[in-house]
């Protein structure tokens, strides 16, 4: 009796297994999908006001990846738009023990090499609230008010480079 059950637990077990690995391989393939559309030129904006508060939204803005989906959740960028002299809020929740590995804030711009603007290295970050918070003077490639003005992609990263989401902001 208990080796039949044993028997038919492992016959279920490697009936599933290709189900799993396919689990697996499409969550691997969304999030290469997800990482390709990050890395493309902004195009529109999530509208917020003064305290974070959604006026219209951007579809393609403030997605949370295929890697992080339940475990971190990403408010949009505030107030957006904003000017080149404000500061800019984004917050993260992380809703899980052990979700995330430390968090980077990059500048996306495709003629000029991208960097990171804002980092935390805790490893793991606790679950709980982020606040990111940076000068908006930085997203310029000379971080002058300048350079600043325009429409940009930031993007949001684990410590393993991973795109945990990205959004577009406008600097007037």
């Not at 038919?8 to 290709?18: M, T, V």
């Not at 995330?100 to 679950?127: C, F, H, K, Q, T």
Request: charged letters at 15%; aromatic letters at 12%.
């Amino acid at each position: 009796m208990n080796r039949k059950r044993m028997l038919s637990r492992y016959l279920l077990f490697l009936l599933f297994l290709p189900w799993g690995i396919l689990s697996c391989s499409s969550v691997i393939d969304g999030q290469k999908t997800f990482e390709r559309q990050a890395y493309r030129e902004p195009n529109g904006i999530t509208v917020t006001n003064q305290a974070g508060k959604v006026q219209s939204q951007d579809s393609d803005d403030w997605q949370i990846s295929p890697y992080f989906s339940g475990l971190v959740q990403v408010e949009p960028a505030f107030p957006n738009p904003t000017f080149a002299t404000g500061t800019m809020n984004i917050h993260v929740t992380v809703n899980a023990i052990n979700a995330i590995n430390g968090l980077m804030v990059g500048v996306y711009d495709p003629a000029y090499e991208s960097r990171i603007i804002w980092s935390v290295y805790d490893s793991p970050l606790p679950p709980g609230l982020q606040v990111i918070q940076f000068n908006t003077m930085l997203l310029g490639r000379f971080n002058t008010i300048e350079s600043a003005r325009g429409l940009h992609r930031i993007i949001l990263f684990d410590s393993n480079q991973n795109v945990v989401s990205y959004g577009d902001i406008l600097i007037e």
